[in-house]
């Protein structure tokens, strides 16, 4: 194992020697975005480019997503890094010349930014492997945005075996380039994603008394399960439970005979994520049957509260510190957001941190999910450097 005179200065010089490819990675990646499980092009693309870089791929028995491992110099401890690689079903509005060309998909979370910072520091990592000892890894993770969700594939076949240490990252346009934010213990909500069908017998809107009108029962539903959050949980343990679609009916005089509802709830006390399915199942139950509707709740996904180990905080704000200086490592503020890395941190100790992408000069200022996103691109310097520096620290120093 090959010493390094000024290690982190060597980091960021290769950093930015390289900073060009990364742009262009990113941008390719963002023109051709694809949705939760159809991340084909992307997955080809990916193992492309991971294999120029000089990892070797391992099959997986997934459609999509990719593993890959990187050998060192010599036996030691294996690290991780993921990046999730799906879009979401928007239509892009911020005229970049980049923009997106699959119609009514878009990278507006910034996974193309964190797949273009996983890249770049696997080409990094892959020059310098006479500098360490161990294995790094790479988990390249479909279907983040969509529940049931990837993490959970990707860890039963093996995306996590003999892994020491994972690390994972999330571009924040509330924070300025070139600063990151970081939280011990929990930092995200769990999530319990959810659909309810409320069916019934449907018929003319005039004649009302012969049917079963699952619409205004479905909105009853909606107004009962928001008594839970207020009245039915302990109000010093947030829970936000919310439904973003309703769809059912086919004509304004015709009472529909069926209605889907699509929900998600969140919270961070553990107590409050095992009470409350068991809470929504009851309300609905009992709403249906006062109504004489039917009505089924079908879970679709859960997820822990995101729990970052504190150890592997402390390495990556050491880090961070000794590549750009001090005051640039602040505390990240708690989110309702819900995040599948959460089930990796179950099982190995790792940590995810905030990426600053914040740019009021390029229009970068926009929030997740929006079709207006943008992400400053000189944020990857920051973020690139950051997983170098600390995984070279850990493969060289394990245990610290």
Same mark, same amino acid.
């Given at each position: 194992?090959?010493?390094?005179?000024?290690?982190?200065?060597?980091?960021?010089?290769?950093?930015?020697?390289?900073?060009?490819?990364?742009?262009?990675?990113?941008?390719?990646?963002?023109?051709?975005?694809?949705?939760?499980?159809?991340?084909?092009?992307?997955?080809?693309?990916?193992?492309?480019?991971?294999?120029?870089?000089?990892?070797?791929?391992?099959?997986?028995?997934?459609?999509?997503?990719?593993?890959a491992e990187l050998d060192a110099?010599?036996?030691?401890?294996?690290? @991780?890094?993921?990046?999730?690689?799906?879009?979401?079903?928007? +239509?892009?509005?911020? =005229?970049?010349?980049?923009?997106?060309?699959?119609?009514?998909?878009?990278?507006?979370?910034?996974?193309?930014?964190?797949?273009?910072?996983?890249?770049?520091?696997?080409?990094?990592?892959?020059?310098?492997?006479?500098?360490?000892?161990?294995?790094?890894?790479?988990?390249?993770?479909?279907?983040? *945005?969509?529940?049931?969700?990837?993490?959970?594939?990707?860890?039963?076949?093996?995306?996590?075996?003999?892994? #020491?240490?994972?690390?994972?990252?999330?571009?924040?346009?509330?924070?300025?380039?070139?600063?990151?934010?970081?939280?011990?213990?929990?930092?995200?909500?769990?999530?319990?994603?959810? #659909?309810?069908?409320?069916?019934?017998?449907?018929?003319? @809107?005039?004649?009302?008394?012969?049917?079963?009108? +699952?619409?205004?029962?479905?909105?009853?539903?909606? *107004?009962?399960?928001?008594?839970?959050?207020?009245?039915?949980?302990?109000?010093?343990?947030?829970?936000?439970?919310?439904?973003? +679609?309703?769809? =059912? =009916?086919?004509?304004?005089?015709?009472? @529909?005979?069926?209605?889907?509802?699509?929900?998600?709830?969140?919270?961070?006390?553990?107590?409050?994520?095992?009470?409350?399915?068991?809470?929504?199942?009851?309300?609905? @139950?009992?709403?249906?049957?006062?109504?004489?509707?039917?009505?089924?709740?079908?879970?679709?996904?859960?997820?822990?509260?995101?729990?970052?180990?504190?150890?592997?905080?402390?390495?990556?704000?050491?880090?961070?510190?000794?590549?750009?200086?001090?005051?640039?490592?602040?505390?990240?503020?708690?989110?309702?957001?819900?995040?599948?890395?959460?089930?990796?941190?179950?099982?190995?100790?790792?940590?995810?941190?905030?990426?600053?992408?914040?740019?009021?000069?390029?229009?970068?200022?926009?929030?997740?999910?929006?079709? *207006?996103?943008?992400?400053?691109?000189?944020?990857?310097?920051?973020?690139?450097?950051?997983?170098v520096a600390a995984t070279l620290?850990?493969?060289?120093?394990?245990?610290?």
């Amino acid at each position: 194992m090959k010493p390094v005179v000024n290690l982190y200065r060597e980091i960021i010089a290769q950093v930015k020697k390289n900073h060009k490819k990364q742009v262009a990675w990113r941008r390719h990646l963002h023109q051709f975005p694809e949705l939760s499980n159809q991340e084909f092009k992307t997955t080809a693309f990916l193992k492309k480019e991971i294999n120029r870089i000089g990892f070797r791929v391992i099959p997986i028995k997934l459609k999509t997503g990719v593993l890959a491992e990187l050998d060192a110099s010599g036996p030691g401890p294996t690290v @991780a890094l993921r990046t999730d690689i799906d879009a979401l079903p928007i +239509t892009e509005k911020t =005229g970049l010349g980049y923009r997106s060309k699959n119609i009514g998909r878009m990278h507006a979370c910034g996974h193309d930014m964190h797949m273009a910072v996983i890249l770049g520091a696997a080409a990094i990592l892959a020059r310098m492997k006479d500098h360490f000892r161990g294995r790094v890894r790479l988990i390249c993770q479909p279907a983040e *945005e969509m529940p049931p969700g990837g993490a959970e594939p990707m860890i039963k076949y093996g995306a996590l075996e003999e892994v #020491d240490m994972i690390l994972g990252l999330h571009v924040d346009p509330d924070i300025p380039t070139g600063k990151i934010t970081l939280r011990d213990g929990i930092a995200m909500a769990s999530v319990f994603d959810f #659909d309810i069908i409320v069916t019934g017998p449907g018929g003319h @809107a005039a004649r009302p008394h012969l049917t079963v009108d +699952t619409i205004t029962t479905a909105a009853e539903i909606i *107004e009962a399960i928001q008594k839970i959050v207020s009245r039915e949980t302990d109000p010093i343990a947030p829970v936000v439970i919310t439904f973003g +679609t309703i769809e =059912g =009916g086919v004509a304004r005089n015709t009472i @529909a005979e069926r209605v889907k509802i699509a929900g998600t709830a969140r919270t961070f006390s553990s107590k409050n994520f095992k009470k409350i399915p068991a809470l929504i199942k009851r309300t609905v @139950a009992g709403v249906s049957r006062a109504r004489g509707a039917r009505a089924e709740v079908i879970p679709l996904a859960s997820f822990p509260p995101l729990k970052n180990h504190t150890g592997v905080n402390r390495l990556l704000a050491d880090n961070f510190k000794a590549l750009f200086g001090p005051g640039r490592v602040s505390l990240s503020e708690l989110v309702m957001g819900g995040e599948d890395f959460a089930f990796y941190l179950q099982k190995v100790p790792g940590a995810m941190f905030r990426l600053g992408i914040r740019n009021e000069n390029i229009k970068a200022d926009r929030p997740w999910h929006s079709p *207006e996103f943008i992400a400053d691109e000189n944020a990857l310097v920051y973020g690139t450097s950051l997983l170098v520096a600390a995984t070279l620290d850990y493969l060289t120093r394990p245990g610290r």
